[in-house]
């Protein structure tokens, strides 16, 4: 089963998985699947701002779009987060992974090919790459390629996903950062595949998806919180990242360094902390 499902999530939403952390939810997942209704996936498509892409991204878009087979609009997640974490971690998702491989909980391979590209593949047959189409401090649009060959299909599966995430930054009056997370997922794959995936695994592949969006949001709210209180123990993972880039790992531990600071001033002061980070809304 751990083929199928990480060969479920791909074709749902690319990298945005987690092989360690959706193992007892898959288990629970049990009715069935529903797709978006056409007037959300109508408003995700006129959200995504093709203004910004150059032509050759705006047409890999497109491609996606108008032959996609799934669309999805996954749950809001809302989690407590310094910004520049958040998107530290967002636009360098080898990081992630790297720290799931310290923890033993991962077997996917990450690896940063190009300053917006990455390259991954795990065990069971999937290989992809993934471009940053457009990358800002709340919107990222990010298209991926992937191939499956494995003991579920006796040839070679393609797929290709457009995801949008939109993100939301709010300081509260007690000096603690909010962000919510939203993303939207396109997915064209072969169609023979597709069909076969629906008919045996109606009820799961939607909130397969789900799981490990909410999950790996969580995780990264779970990193906040021990950059806060541990430091150093943050600064020893961040230098055993070795299938990060060297330039990725001392950018990391600089965005930590400053997220462990930031924590100390707002526990020795009495009011919050300046709220200077870009797109950062205050509490009124």
Request: aromatic share 10%; charged share 20%.
């Amino acid at each position: 089963m751990q083929s199928c499902r990480w060969l479920l999530v791909m074709a749902v939403c690319g990298f945005l998985a987690s092989e360690g952390f959706s193992e007892a939810g898959r288990r629970a997942f049990a009715f069935q699947l529903r797709l978006g209704s056409s007037s959300t996936r109508q408003e995700a498509l006129q959200s995504i701002p093709l203004e910004k892409l150059d032509p050759a991204g705006r047409q890999k878009v497109l491609n996606v779009v108008q032959e996609s087979c799934f669309f999805r609009r996954l749950p809001i997640a809302v989690i407590r987060c310094d910004p520049e974490l958040y998107l530290f971690v967002v636009q360098h998702p080898d990081v992630i992974v790297g720290i799931w491989q310290q923890m033993g909980i991962t077997q996917i391979e990450l690896e940063q090919i190009g300053p917006s590209r990455f390259r991954y593949a795990d065990v069971d047959g999937t290989r992809g790459v993934i471009e940053y189409l457009y990358s800002s401090h709340d919107v990222q649009i990010i298209f991926s390629e992937a191939t499956y060959e494995g003991p579920l299909f006796n040839r070679i599966v393609r797929s290709q996903a457009v995801i949008v995430l939109k993100s939301g930054y709010v300081l509260e009056t007690n000096g603690q950062y909010y962000v919510t997370s939203r993303l939207d997922a396109f997915v064209s794959v072969d169609k023979a595949a597709w069909e076969a995936l629906t008919k045996t695994f109606h009820p799961l592949i939607g909130r397969i998806a789900d799981a490990n969006f909410m999950q790996t949001v969580q995780f990264v709210g779970l990193l906040h919180e021990t950059a806060c209180q541990n430091p150093d123990g943050m600064q020893r993972l961040a230098a055993k990242l070795q299938t990060v880039k060297p330039h990725v790992r001392a950018e990391f531990a600089a965005v930590l360094a400053k997220v462990a600071e930031r924590s100390r001033q707002l526990e020795s002061s009495n009011g919050p902390v300046v709220a200077d980070r870009p797109g950062v809304t205050p509490r009124k």
